[in-house]
């Protein structure tokens, strides 16, 4: 009787084996692939006279580092409503803090603030909160996008650049904004709350243009900044509905090292 026990046992453990074996191979195989599906469009709002702002810039920096290969886009909008407090933004614009009292509009909020975060048009949080931005990252990776958006550069010489795009899936409230950003820049503060320190700044925004949209696609023309330069320069572009301020697609264009008439193309696709 001992072989027989012994034989049962063995077909025991060697059946529960291949069971476990057979389970964690399904379980790897069912698991859905994460960062693949979506894309997040991250909006800083910003101010070289705001104390609270840096590690906010700083926090962007390491999260577009983090994420390079992946469909998140940065835009650092300057506000100008701090300029007051004895320091002038070089990049600040009475159109981001427009933007950005729009945002509050859509979001519900009493008040525009700095640093603040707005993720794809959807929700928005202090920008220096960590944790927060790395979840809404992550969450809105893994949300396939319901619309579509593809960008290539026609041409570009030193003051123009001539985009063409295809868009689907939108609605009649959709328009595609285009934003031109410089990629990194450093100032040294002299006055004001941040007086003293040096700050370094990542897609800072330069120019945001509002197109309207054609069902088959189309071409519109980007006048760059007087001091744009192709090696530090990019476009980001991204499909915005003007009634609720949701984004529902973007696509980035990176300017070829040298001026020329193509570029490639990244897509949030």
């Known amino acids: 009787m001992k072989p027989i026990k012994i034989f049962v046992l063995a077909a025991f453990l060697i059946t529960a084996t291949l069971g476990t074996t057979a389970f964690i191979k399904a379980k790897h195989i069912a698991k859905p692939a994460a960062d693949d599906k979506g894309f997040v469009v991250v909006e800083l709002y910003t101010s070289e006279g705001c104390s609270s702002c840096p590690p906010a810039d700083n926090l962007v920096s390491k999260i577009q580092k ?27 614009s009475a159109d981001f803090s427009k933007r950005q009292h729009d945002y509050a509009n859509f979001l519900n909020i009493n008040s525009v603030y700095t640093p603040q975060i707005v993720i794809n048009g959807q929700t928005e949080f202090v920008g220096s909160e960590e944790g927060t931005l790395r979840n809404a990252v992550k969450t809105n990776l893994q949300k396939a996008p319901w619309a579509q958006l593809t ?18 899936g939108i609605d009649k409230n959709t328009v595609l904004e285009v934003a031109v950003l410089q990629k990194n820049a450093q100032t040294k503060v002299l006055s004001g709350e941040n007086g003293g320190h040096t700050l370094s700044h990542i897609q800072i925004v330069r120019k945001l243009q509002e197109v309207k949209l054609t069902k088959n ?24 509905n003007t009634s609720t301020g949701i984004i529902s697609a973007a696509a980035k264009v990176s300017f070829p090292t040298e001026v020329s008439t193509s570029a490639m193309v990244k897509s949030s696709k």
């Open 217 to 240: 696609g189309g071409l519109v023309s980007i006048s760059l900044p007087k001091d744009f330069d192709a090696k530090s320069w990019e476009i980001i572009g991204f499909l915005q």
């Open 151 to 168: 960008l290539n550069a026609a041409s570009i010489d030193q003051k123009h650049a001539d985009l063409k795009y295809t868009a689907g």
């Open 66 to 92: 983090e994420n390079a290969d992946k469909p998140v886009y940065i835009l650092a909008y300057h506000v100008d409503y701090w300029n007051r407090l004895g320091w002038k933004d070089q990049f600040s």
